[in-house]
């Protein structure tokens, strides 16, 4: 499922030079695109699962993109990586909730394996931004 977020950017709005554009960080694309899915998955949990694994495993992965969303609008590298850290103890979170999910036989294998590759290839690129942001700093 790719989007092309850069379709949905109001043209109109004029961004400080120095503001960074969130659409353009592959890892908020691919945590969009992951919280479609697990909002998909989520939805064919057990009814009594709704207000407690559920709810907690969608406000997880929406804090992903979130968070890259809220840091890229920050003046500071610092304060950038700070919300990218963020983002990426909620791909952790996820990656939890996804475990105990399988384990409770709630999704399949197949699925989780699904699930957990493209977290890991989020978290890698939150993980590398990250390390970016801090050797730029020193």
Known sequence: ML???????NDNVNMQQSARNFHNYKAWQDAVDLATLVYNTTSKLPWFEKKGLCDQLQ???????SNIAEGAGRPTDADFAHFLDQSLGSANEVETQLLI???LRYISEEHFCQLTNNLTNIQKQLTGLIASIQSNNK
Do not use: G, P, T
């Open 3 to 9: 989007i092309d977020y850069n379709d949905n950017v």
């Open 101 to 103: 999910s399988k384990n």
């Open 59 to 65: 406000r997880a992965v929406v804090s992903i993109s």
